[in-house]
């Protein structure tokens, strides 16, 4: 049943993921290239944030698994999969800048602008005697 129910979701996701470039290379002639590049780019940032969020799947799937499977550490198992759906805002954060230009273009121009100038002190300490 849960196979059917994945297999379903994948074919739907599968399905409007093709008719989404299908409708952009039927718009492509109607628009101007500027337009056309920031719309692919829209629709290339959305699947790697699905992508992204596939972590949520890889979970679960692990937890029914685990469960399925009745293994003795269970619950040593679980905390791999717990440790790395923590950082999943992390992951999100990195897709997100990497897949968005406007981000990306902040991130890069932030990093170029910064200068760090150090400035060489010298200090004198005075040498006195405890005679």
């Not at 399905?15 to 692919?40: A, E, Q």
């Amino acid at each position: 049943m849960a196979f059917c129910g994945g297999f379903v979701c994948a074919l739907v996701f599968t399905s409007t993921t093709y008719d989404m470039f299908r409708m952009l290379g039927k718009v492509r002639r109607k628009i101007s290239i500027y337009n056309f590049r920031k719309h692919r780019s829209t629709v290339k940032s959305l699947l790697a944030q699905f992508a992204a969020s596939s972590l949520l799947l890889v979970l679960l799937f692990t937890f029914v698994i685990v469960i399925m499977l009745d293994l003795e550490h269970s619950q040593i198992i679980i905390q791999i999969p717990l440790a790395v759906f923590s950082l999943r805002s992390s992951v999100y954060a990195i897709v997100l800048i990497f897949t968005t230009p406007p981000f990306r273009n902040f991130i890069l121009r932030k990093r170029q602008n910064q200068h760090f100038i150090t400035a060489a002190r010298t200090v004198s300490v005075a040498r006195s005697s405890f005679l």
